[in-house]
């Protein structure tokens, strides 16, 4: 079934709008002698220099940040919109569920829609017949098919399309992000049904701003950012080039100009000033470790009022925004920690088992029974790294790291549990 290929796309640049003015510039260089065959001096670009090829039956992701182009390109490979430059061949049926009401008319009723996307994906009506009562049970809105779609909340208006998606038998599936609306049962559901898909031999692009998704539901997978493949691999390795370049921006703590304390919101009874990251023997400063391993953070505090008690959260989070843990000062803590003066807050965290990558601490501290006195978001950012223990799990990424032991139970030691 792999031996052939399901999509082709050759050399894109996509640029919206009128292309009057990058024409002018053109002629300009012309006439002045210059470079015109530059295509990237005539932009702006939301696609620029994208090549790649799916084979049938592969499940490829797309993920980037907003603004990278992914939906884009979907829209290219559905037809919906032309490339100004390349082309995209597409090799069987494909089903476009790039944008959430996508071909659905508000006015007709679900079960209407049904046999319209069904006549747009050029089938007829007695075989759109024969599929309606597998659509409706996998959509689960059961009376409300026989009311007009103007009535549905967005998350039945994605179940009502991705339900005729994954039942028309198509080649090729697009789906934009269209999964976050419905409710977590219907997503497992969906879920569960791309698995049944892609081991069917069907075509899979799934765009997403979530990278763990891609580790989730695809094979192989490309990071666009600002219009190009910056690169394409495996999904572990597009989560690493995916996690690395989320941490190319600032954090808040790092940027002493954001973080003044005056403009920042809260009572402000205290401010957060500095946080940084050491190691617990040697006490020298760190940015990262490896997993498994134990750390202080410590918390520089200008502190403005005496605060005899007070509620300290420190939450790791990454950069999925997936919260990893959430570290609270106890109640049986609290009145040793009383403020009276500027003080460095130190918090240690013992056998962090959470898998390479990169992550966040996020700061907040509020009044016991009261108002946030001081708030920081992406107060640091550190690194996990690559230890032997768990590089075997690096493939399947997950979250934390279970440190756990195998073995093959003998038969008699279940016929005397048994026998119990």
């Given at each position: 079934?792999?031996?052939?290929?399901?999509?082709?796309?050759?050399?894109?640049?996509?640029?919206?709008?009128?292309?009057?003015?990058?024409?002018?510039?053109?002629q300009v260089d012309q006439l002045r002698g210059g470079n015109f065959e530059d295509r990237a001096a005539y932009g702006p670009w939301a696609l620029r220099d994208v090549s790649f090829e799916v084979k049938q039956g592969e499940s490829l992701g797309i993920v980037g940040k907003n603004g990278a182009g992914k939906s884009t390109l979907l829209k290219l490979i559905a037809g919906v919109s032309p490339a100004t430059y390349g082309s995209v061949n597409v090799n069987g049926r494909l089903f476009p569920m790039i944008e959430l009401a996508a071909g659905i008319h508000r006015d007709l009723t679900g079960r209407e829609n049904i046999k319209l996307l069904g006549a747009i994906m050029g089938f007829t009506a007695s075989r759109m017949e024969a599929k309606i009562a597998e659509i409706e049970d996998f959509a689960e809105l059961g009376d409300w098919l026989e009311k007009p779609v103007w009535q549905y909340s967005s998350g039945m208006q994605a179940r009502l399309g991705f339900s005729v998606a994954v039942n028309v038998d198509a080649?090729?599936?697009?789906?934009?992000?269209?999964?976050?609306?419905?409710?977590?049962?219907?997503q497992k559901k969906c879920l569960n049904r791309m698995d049944e898909l892609s081991n069917s031999g069907v075509t899979i692009i799934f765009v997403t701003h979530n990278p763990y998704s891609i580790e989730r539901l695809c094979e192989r997978a490309i990071y666009l950012e600002a219009g190009s493949i910056k690169a394409s691999g495996s999904p572990s390795e597009i989560l690493t080039a995916y996690f690395q370049g989320a941490l190319d921006r600032s954090t808040v703590i790092a940027d002493k100009d954001r973080i003044a304390a005056d403009l920042r919101e809260g009572t402000g009874a205290f401010r957060i000033l500095d946080i940084s990251m050491h190691d617990p023997v040697s006490g020298r400063e760190i940015t990262g470790f490896s997993t498994g391993e134990s750390v202080l953070v410590r918390i520089t505090l200008d502190v403005r009022e005496p605060t005899p008690s007070y509620r300290f959260s420190l939450r790791i989070v990454d950069p999925a925004n997936t919260v990893v843990s959430f570290i609270d000062v106890p109640i049986s803590t609290r009145q040793s920690l009383a403020l009276e003066r500027d003080s460095v807050l130190e918090c240690r965290i013992d056998n962090i088992n959470v898998l390479p990558g990169q992550y966040w601490i996020d700061l907040v501290a509020r009044e016991v029974a009261g108002p946030v006195i001081d708030s920081v978001s992406y107060a640091y950012a550190f690194s996990v790294h690559v230890s032997r223990e768990v590089i075997e799990q690096m493939e399947h990424r997950g979250i934390i790291y279970l440190p756990a032991s195998w073995r093959l139970v003998e038969e008699s030691e279940l016929e005397r549990v048994s026998g119990n």
């Open positions: 079934m792999r031996d052939g290929w399901a999509l082709r796309a050759s050399d894109i640049w996509k640029r919206y709008g009128l292309p009057v003015r990058p024409w002018l510039r053109r080649d090729i599936l697009l789906i934009d992000e269209v999964l976050s609306v419905g409710d977590v049962n219907f």
